[in-house]
């Protein structure tokens, strides 16, 4: 089955960058289209940015757009979300996403729409 591993979290201060990855193994990485979501403490889980499956296409939240970029790379099968401009707010677990359907602009900031997950990474910005 598909997995999902994280890395890069970790602690910055506002106006800086940190760069997160996720490895994905278990099935053919090009047919899934993928997703980075945050959760801040008592907030909602939400959908930060996406990116297709053939990477033609990518789509972010308004709050993060012009600051972060997403990128996949289909030969070593890892999507990154380069964040730059950070701030308080950019603060939670962010979570790599997979979503086996073909991801829009309607659809793919929905939790629902993604089947496999990875086991998040801490992002604290002060």
């Known amino acids: 089955h598909v997995q999902l591993v994280e890395s890069g979290g970790g602690s910055a201060y506002a106006g800086g960058s940190l760069r997160l990855s996720c490895a994905f193994s278990?099935?053919?990485?090009?047919?899934?289209?993928m997703g980075w979501f945050r959760q801040a403490p008592g907030k909602e889980r939400e959908g930060v940015a996406a990116?297709?499956?053939?990477?033609?296409?990518?789509w972010y939240a308004a709050s993060v757009k012009g600051r972060f970029t997403i990128s996949r790379d289909d030969t070593s099968n890892t999507v990154t979300l380069q964040m730059n401009s950070l701030n308080a707010e950019d603060t939670g677990v962010y979570y790599c996403?997979?979503?086996?359907?073909?991801?829009?602009?309607?659809?793919?900031?929905?939790?629902?729409?993604?089947?496999?997950w990875g086991q998040g990474t801490q992002v604290t910005v002060s």
């Open positions: 278990g099935y053919t990485y090009s047919a899934y289209c």
């Open positions: 990116i297709r499956r053939d990477g033609g296409e990518t």
């Open positions: 996403a997979a979503d086996p359907g073909s991801c829009g602009s309607e659809s793919w900031s929905r939790a629902t729409e993604y089947n496999y």
